[in-house]
């Protein structure tokens, strides 16, 4: 193993730490949250705030078992530091973004050098995907970066274990496996047992490779396998004790229809997650293709060859998985971000070293790739100006509804895709004049202020589209002693933008009482246009607005059982 120190090593760190917090934290605030996981997941986190309760997980102040509580823990702390609001939400990925940057950096410098861990944060840091989720209040950043520690302190275990006369400066194998199986279990605490599946996959897999030898020996094994469940104990032992089992089993049920039925709008084709991968993490999945071809010979490092082993089997085990099971959503395979930027890395690193040739099949899967975020750009601001186009041609009304949301595009919108067309062509340029380390850096870095950029000009005028009549609805009702209600459809804003208390009658939640019993209060119903024709028509429902595709009623209190009318 190498551990060289260059002096561009402080100054490296310097940037990396400069660029997070330049890219990652500002504008998270910037526009509302969005339905459902960014709302499900912070509305989680307030009522933490309200109940005082971190153990038991509550919804509308419901129990709700799909999720473990750690990444509440951490958006309860950052909304008890600077307020409720979606800056406190995402807060904590942006933090998170800023670790993983440091930490691919250092293991990519212990691994071969201070370049190496230098590109490999790069990569990460200027592909789309892992820039943008970042950017967002999701679980995925936490969960992934945890699984990712988990196996790579296990692999610096077994590495302890089959060349301990090569591996002076790693702490003794128990430490590794004790490290390993902790942020596995702070991984299951996060989102739940996938995260111990897959690095037991990744293991039995490897397991293979190396002929059913043992690279840890059993009791080894045991010792990450019960310090992943001791940690994951922090929250179901309290929880047990306290309430029971049958929190956990539900838990554990949802864990099994997760993987078993797709969720309802979730379901996709077999190639779904290799879409995702080659066209979410541009550029970086264009060079980690080159990784899987056969390779010049020559003489590698032992760990480095073998690091890149665990990180090939590691993006198999994802994306295999993730296509066997049923429900396909873009979170599931982002857990391969990290061998895919990997392997990327490594293949740009061997480019700049001039051991593979920037041939022209790389350039022209760059331009195949980037071509449609580039049109992109253009399209979405000239519908934008001439939405009648897309009136003639949709038929579901919630769509034509949103398509009434007053949004002014100003033609500026351009220039995210005129900016990624430039760094295209300048890295085009530059390769050609062998200027290589300018071309990626251009490519890289230009790539993540396409990000950065696009998001500013694209994200609130979508969000205006989509959910913004109703937000400002919900908004509204803020400190009203009201009833706020969706009606036939799903939905979390109605709690979170409400600022919704613990409710005082037991019925609240029972729309069938909201409808027709006795209500204690005024009660605002919100639905979607082409569901408005499921909403009782009677006089004491009250149509009071239309906006965007959302219609509005009102129920006044005291109002009960009420004949429809004819």
């Known amino acids: 193993m190498t551990d060289n120190y260059f002096p561009g090593h402080r100054r490296n760190l310097f940037i990396l730490g400069l660029l997070g917090a330049l890219f990652f934290i500002p504008f998270l605030g910037g526009v509302h949250l969005f339905d459902w996981d960014e709302i499900n997941f912070a509305e989680i ?13 509550k919804l509308n102040f419901l129990p709700f078992w799909e999720k473990p509580p750690l990444f509440f823990w951490f958006q309860a702390l950052t909304m008890s530091v600077f307020g409720v609001n979606e800056f406190s939400a995402r807060l904590p990925n942006a933090l998170i973004g800023m670790a993983t940057l440091f930490i691919l950096y250092n293991i990519g410098k212990n691994l071969k050098n ?23 209040g999701i679980i995925d950043p936490l969960f992934n970066l945890l699984i990712f520690l988990g196996l790579h302190f296990f692999i610096k275990g077994s590495w302890k274990r089959r060349k301990p006369e090569q591996t002076t400066d790693l702490k003794s194998v128990w430490i590794q496996m004790v490290l390993a199986g902790l942020f596995v279990g702070l991984a299951m605490l996060t989102k739940g047992p996938v995260a111990f599946l897959i690095v037991a996959l990744c293991l039995g897999v490897y397991w293979l490779f190396v002929r059913l030898r043992f690279f840890v020996s059993p009791i080894h094994f045991a010792v990450f396998a019960i310090f992943s469940v001791l940690t994951l104990g922090v929250w179901f032992g309290p929880e047990t004790i306290k309430n029971g089992p049958w929190f956990v089993e539900e838990f554990i049920r949802y864990q099994y229809r997760l993987f078993s039925t797709p969720d309802a709008g979730h379901g996709g084709f077999p190639g779904y997650h290799f879409v995702i991968l080659l066209v979410g993490c541009f550029p970086a999945s264009i060079f980690a293709i080159r990784s899987f071809y056969k390779k010049p010979k020559e003489k590698e490092d032992y760990f480095f060859r073998d690091y890149q082993l665990w990180m090939k089997i590691l993006f198999w085990v994802v994306l295999i998985l993730f296509t066997i099971v ?41 331009a195949l790739v980037a071509i449609p975020f580039i049109l992109a750009t253009f399209i979405f601001p000239w519908l934008g100006r001439n939405l009648d186009i897309l009136r003639s041609r949709i038929t579901d009304p919630f769509a034509l509804g949103n398509l009434e949301a007053e949004v002014n595009w100003t033609g500026l919108e351009v220039l995210p895709g005129v900016l990624l067309f430039s760094v295209l062509i300048a890295f085009l340029v530059y390769s050609k004049r062998n200027n290589l380390k300018r071309a990626f850096i251009t490519l890289f870095g230009g790539t993540a202020l396409f990000v950065f950029v696009g998001l500013i000009f694209f994200v609130g005028r979508i969000e205006a589209y989509s959910q913004r009549a109703a937000i400002e609805f919900f ?74 595709g ?12 009420e004949v429809e009318r004819e």
Request: some cysteine; proline content about 4%.
């Open 326 to 366: 049923k429900s396909k959503i873009v979170h599931y395979s982002s857990m391969a971000y990290y061998p895919l930027t990997f392997l990327a890395a490594m293949v740009i690193d061997r480019i700049l070293d001039r051991k593979i040739v920037l041939g022209r099949g790389m350039k022209i899967g760059l």
């Open 475 to 548: 908004e509204s009702k803020i400190g009203e002693d009201c009833y706020v209600h969706n009606f036939a459809y799903k939905s979390y804003a109605q709690l979170f933008y409400t600022r919704k208390q613990p409710p005082e009658n037991p019925k609240s939640n029972d729309q069938q009482w909201l409808l027709e019993g006795d209500i204690d209060k005024d009660v605002y119903f919100i639905t979607k246009v082409h569901k408005e024709k499921y909403v009782p028509k009677r006089d004491d429902i009250v149509r009071i607005g239309k906006k965007n």
């Open 45 to 57: 986190s307030r009522e933490m705030l309200i109940t005082g309760e971190y153990f038991r997980i």
């Open 114 to 136: 201070n370049r190496f861990g230098f590109i490999w944060a790069g990569v990460y840091f200027g592909s789309i995907l892992p820039f943008l989720y970042f950017k967002s």
């Open 550 to 561: 959302f219609v509005f009623y009102k129920r006044e209190k005291g109002q009960g059982n």
